[in-house]
């Protein structure tokens, strides 16, 4: 695929500028936007790519993916990984601190991480660290390097190498968090008061309802509850990562109008499917939280258009095949993840367009307000000159299906597979280099690793 290196121009009838969707051209040169001219200005000097009526759009940036590597590189990988952003028009994502091996929850572990991405980016990638018992000393180290913020989990975290927090870990690690001014991203569920996990199992591992009762709103909304009282102690930034329980939206929505800055992501998967419609015994949608009730589904919905939940990201979790335990439909032993990188763009869009949504606010969802919270919003998430040209070009009327011979993940499996989607991603384009065009990705890595220099002190 030959790579526009230098100057070019990328003019449609519908791009997506900040002040809205208009006729123009993208100038680029040297891997950045440098101007945006009239569709039909003749004189720019460098060859202009016609995009027709496609939507001409900010790269996508997903700040929630889980790529495994090193030690799990089985489960995903950064050349898997990133390959399947590229093809899903996401020009940006940030890999989570787990399920890797080693986990990223030191300086020294960092560091093999960084080593293990290098060379085998297709798009770009910003890191988490991780908050676990007794790494305190550790966090201003892996800031200096360029973590963009921290994750942590307040119940098992499915690995048993990455530890969950309590309150008093927190009251270590939140000061030094907001001093940097670095976010604090957490998996919020809190066991509380009703016999914990193996309680609502019957015999029955594929029955979904028992999935879900296993784990409750009230775990979600406690949890949310202790972060919005931390938030306001060490007034620090929190961000709760896939947020399922609309009962905690009320909470949410007053931490904000307080005036901390407590931020929210959902998925896709929260969005669109519902615990109606799961079938039994069908492990691909089994994530944590889980997928709960149309009615959950549709207050998830309202608060995306008002603001209270600020981001769309994938929270892309795969594992090998073998442990979704497919063939026995056993809810209870498969892991809980959901494998979407490739196709939140379409997926969502599909949902959004029902409901009346423009394109321009998944620009906000998925593009601008994820750049913002990886600190990355003077170069990454928007059309304008001197931003990076990370640059989408897709046709949200064209229609098709996902079969597992377009799936650029490591495994195929995911509750997508067979669904109809709208929303055709044709080219993908990071700093300039064409990174993926009509099905096929560019033979090099062109991806850069994406490292925070955020060292803002308080007071
Ligand atoms: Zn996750």
Known sequence: MAQERSSFGIKSKRVCLPTGI???????????????????????GCPVIDA??????????????????????????????????????????ADMPLNSNPVTTTLEYLDEKL??????????????GGVVPGNAKQLEAMIDRG???????LIHSGIDDFPNVTESDLNEAMPILARRGVPLLVHAELESGDGGH???WGDDH????????????????NAIELMVRLCRQYKGKVHIVHLSSSDALPLISSAKQEGLQFTVETCPHYLIFSAEEIPDADPRFKCAPPIREKENRE????????????????????????????AEGDLKKAWGGISSLQFRLPAIWTEASKRGFRVEDLVTWMCLRPAEFLGLDSRKGRLAPGYDADIVIWDPERAFNIESSIIHHRHKVTPYEGRNLHGAVKTSFVR???????GSLSERPLGELLLGKRVEIRQ
């Not at 089985?74 to 899903?88: D, I, R």
């Not at 973590?147 to 989990?153: A, L, N, R």
């Not at 608060?303 to 990201?313: E, H, L, R, S, Y």
Request: charge should be negative.
């Open 299 to 326: 207050r998830l919905w309202s608060a995306v258009k008002d603001g209270t939940v600020d981001i769309i990201v994938s929270d892309h979790s795969p594992c090998l095949p073998e442990l979704k335990f497919l």
């Open 115 to 128: 080593a293990s991405a290098r060379e085998r980016l297709w798009v770009d990638c910003a890191f988490w």
């Open 206 to 221: 594929g029955c979904y309802k028992s999935f879900l009762k296993s784990r409750p709103r009230l775990w979600e909304n």
């Open 22 to 44: 208009a006729s123009a051209t993208v100038v680029v040169k040297d891997g950045k936007i440098t101007a945006i001219a009239r569709y039909d200005q003749s004189d720019l």
């Open 432 to 438: 300039g280099q064409k990174v993926f065009d009509n």
């Open 198 to 200: 193996d309680h609502h």
């Open 52 to 93: 027709g009526d496609s939507v001409v759009m900010p790269g996508l940036v997903d700040s929630h993916v889980h790529v495994n590597e090193p030690g799990r590189t089985e489960w995903e990988g950064f050349e898997t990984a990133t390959k399947s952003a590229a093809a899903g028009g996401v020009t940006t994502i």
């Open 147 to 153: 973590v963009v913020g921290f994750k942590c989990f």
